[in-house]
């Protein structure tokens, strides 16, 4: 088949043939996934272990093909290898050919569902990776902020976590530093497993301190994120509005010369 013509149905998708083909793809990878769901399971792995083996055995030999003809037909080789898709094909068949080696790798079989991504685009879904794109961008932006609460989190959890060790010692469950840490971490996020329990009235008071901190220390990173989305948006409608006014001045500007050329040839 001629090399334009097999890129045009592996990588277009406005084609028939790149649809279907797309479509196809897609389906394939909805169920080797849940093969290996499936697979998960201990019943259903001792009846019909070997009938999903020879599935996923199937589906990979497939998908490999598919990621050697993307390789093959390619624009640019190099730039599809190294690009976010082109590390996730090849993720996703990877874990098959090292299940000889270590069994429990099989699982990361599941890698393959990031593959759906393609849908957004089979399915004229851009809108909604633009948005997702508009997000990345205030996660971005929000880094260094975030980075900072998380350093400051860390130092409270520690100083708190010591505090506890102190009050509560290793006759109530806080046998250690890093164990009472561990508490503080469970605490301060409102998770609370019980395996550990202050006992002490102090304890239990510092306990419900931590407890009232937490819920204020949640609303912290989504106010850091929620500014830098308002902070995108002003940036863009600014852009907005500076290219509505330079394209007006341009279309006043053409008109201005049309009129001077129009009275000097009336002169």
């Known amino acids: ?36 769901m499936l697979d998960s399971d201990k019943e259903i792995h001792k009846e019909y272990g070997s009938f999903l083996l020879t599935l996923e055995w199937i589906f990979t030999i497939f998908f490999t093909i598919e990621y050697a003809l993307r390789i093959y037909c390619a624009l640019n080789t190099k730039k599809y290898i190294f690009s ?8 996703s068949i990877l874990p098959t050919y090292l299940i000889g080696f270590y069994a429990p790798i099989g699982s990361l079989i599941d890698i393959r569902i990031m593959r759906l991504i393609r849908i957004f685009r089979i399915f004229k879904l851009s809108p909604y990776l633009r948005s997702g794109h508009t997000m990345q961008i205030a996660l971005r932006s929000s ?3 975030i980075i900072v609460f998380i350093l400051s989190i860390s130092l409270m959890v520690i100083i708190l976590g010591t505090i506890m060790y102190i009050i509560e010692g ?14 503080a971490v469970v605490t301060l996020t409102t998770v609370g497993y019980g395996d550990v329990v202050p006992i002490t009235a102090l304890g239990k008071t510092v306990a419900v301190f931590i407890m009232m901190l937490g ?16 902070k995108n948006r002003n940036i863009k409608n600014q ?29």
């Open 170 to 183: 290793q006759q109530n469950g806080f046998d250690n530093i890093p164990k009472s840490i561990y508490w």
């Open 143 to 145: 880094r260094p902020k």
């Open 84 to 91: 976010f898709m082109g590390i996730i094909d090849l993720l």
């Open 215 to 230: 819920y204020a220390i949640i609303a912290v990173p989504t106010g850091i994120v929620s500014a830098e989305f308002s």
């Open 239 to 267: 852009e907005k509005n500076q290219h509505h006014i330079i394209s007006k001045e341009e279309e006043i500007l053409q008109k201005l010369n049309s009129l001077e050329k129009k009275i000097d040839k009336l002169h």
């Open 1 to 36: 088949m001629d090399k334009n013509k097999l890129r045009e149905i592996i990588f277009g998708y406005r084609t028939k043939s790149g649809k279907i083909f797309d479509i196809i793809l897609l389906n394939s990878i909805l169920l080797s996934v849940i093969c290996v």
